[in-house]
């Protein structure tokens, strides 16, 4: 059995992601542990699925503390100390759902996934009788709020006077961010920011496309900025005051940058992903930091890596990969409400203009080609040997999916969703069309 992808577990809740299903993961995940904490999205399948997790965990006799819809950086942060689970698709469709694993505030690896897998495969029978697990009913949010704004007011400047529009998507954001902008001096406007499973104001995933009404709203008003969120919050976009969206590598590249300069250690490193823009890299590499990059869905296990590999001096200060960032100093867990607010207080300080300024923005494309999940792995044995031969001048790098290094400094990736039935491109180049255009061709034919 073959349960996670690159975020957790997700798919659809008849086929997929169903109750039986997540009582299965809950008893097998509850052997790992004497204490869980169990959170949700909004979704309407959210408390069915959470209330079959919680039987599961409890049968296995682990103690289950239900802290209800919170963000997902909520529940990895009540995680602390103990495991905690996730009940969310993220920025899937509302017929979605998903269960995304934590320990000590950090995501299941791949070993735990996989002893996850094993024990869902052997499906081990109930604890005794008598050793049954309780449950508790507890509130984090305001801890979790308050944590945010205590960490993001040591960066930048006071949001006093700034005016920011946060579009919620219906999504958990809603109950985060605009308050955590409030708490630090902002005027915030906030959209879609009732909680709705439905997601009847836009689609969850924050696209340029989905965020048209935000987009408007802050191109027609006066903001400094317009920030937007998926469903549970993990993700983050940023929109500049002409309604734009700006560069999600932009974005990354910014905080890294500052991540870097405000670190007093000697070896400063950002963790990032293979289809990471080469912007971030200039960026790093001229405050004196360096660049790591690990395959996606794995920024805690690039993090830990570079621990192990470097000495007292070596600090990994970020990681991110594209809308996903990881605040090391705040906690092990990827969390848009943080970079949301960090983001803001350096708005504030330099203006949004200030901080693009020094940040080669280059023609950058993502492709997804539609592949169904069996398909996947036989395509990308096929596309490790077309592609390569498709760029006969570039250096080959399979570690993460196949991508090409130019001489000329361009760049092509292609790997598989891990999420989703497609197989993605990814190019940044002065003629990124037609690179795009001759990878998608070798990976048509190869499908």
């Given at each position: ?25 809950g ?14 999205d909004g ?34 942060s ?19 759902n ?48 308050s ?56 689609e ?19 903001f ?34 500052h991540?870097?300069?405000a ?71 990827i969390?848009g ?17 200030g ?7 280059r ?13 996947k792995?036989?395509?990308?044995t096929?596309?490790?040997t ?62």
């Amino acid at each position: 059995m073959d349960l996670f992808g690159t975020a957790g577990i997700r798919g659809d809740v008849r086929e997929r992601v169903t109750p039986e299903l997540a009582l299965a993961v809950g008893r097998a995940a509850g052997r790992d542990g004497d204490e869980f904490v169990v959170g949700r999205d909004g979704r309407e399948t959210g408390a069915a699925l959470a209330a079959a997790l919680e039987a599961g965990l409890t049968s296995a006799g682990a103690r289950v503390v239900r802290v209800g819809q919170v963000p997902t950086p909520a529940l990895a942060s009540a995680s602390r100390g103990r495991r905690g689970v996730m009940v969310t698709a993220s920025h899937n469709p509302p017929g979605d759902n998903g269960l995304k694993l934590f320990v000590d505030g950090e995501e299941y690896d791949r070993d735990a996934e996989r002893r996850i897998d094993e024990r869902v495969v052997d499906d081990a029978p109930p604890a005794e009788w008598d050793a049954w697990g309780d449950t508790e009913r507890v509130d984090v949010l305001a801890e979790y709020r308050s944590a945010v704004v205590e960490y993001a007011n040591s960066h930048g400047a006071s949001l006093d006077g700034l005016s920011v529009a946060v579009d919620c998507g219906t999504g958990m954001s809603a109950v985060a961010t605009p308050q955590v902008l409030r708490a630090m001096g902002a005027h915030v406007v906030a959209l879609n920011a009732q909680v709705d499973g439905h997601f009847p104001g836009r689609e969850s995933k924050p696209t340029p496309e989905s965020l048209g009404d935000l987009r408007a709203f802050v191109r027609e008003g006066e903001f400094d900025l317009g920030i937007a969120h998926d469903g549970d919050a993990d993700r983050v976009v940023v929109v500049d005051g002409d309604g734009e969206v700006v560069h999600e590598d932009t974005v990354v590249a910014v905080l890294a940058a500052h991540f870097v300069a405000a670190s007093d250690a000697a070896d400063p490193v950002v963790v990032t992903t293979p289809n990471a823009s080469g912007r971030i890299d200039e960026r790093v590499d001229a405050e004196g930091g360096r660049v790591e990059r690990v395959r996606l869905g794995a920024l805690h296990e690039g993090i830990a890596s570079v621990r192990a590999a470097g000495d007292d001096e070596t600090v990994v200060v970020f990681a991110a990969e594209p809308w996903k960032h990881i605040h090391p100093v705040h906690g092990p867990w990827i969390d848009g409400v943080a970079s949301a607010a960090v983001f803001a207080r350096l708005v504030a300080e330099r203006g949004l203009s200030g901080l693009r300024e020094p940040v080669a923005e280059r023609p950058y494309r993502k492709l997804s080609v539609p592949c169904p999940d069996d398909r996947k792995a036989e395509a990308m044995t096929a596309i490790e040997t077309a592609l390569p031969e498709a760029f006969p001048d570039g250096e080959v790098d399979t570690d993460h999916g196949v991508r090409i290094d130019r001489p000329d400094g361009s760049w092509v990736l292609v790997r598989p969703s891990g999420t989703e039935p497609y197989v993605r491109i990814y190019a940044e180049s002065d003629e990124v069309d037609a690179l795009v255009d001759r990878a998608r061709a070798v990976v048509e034919r190869e499908l």
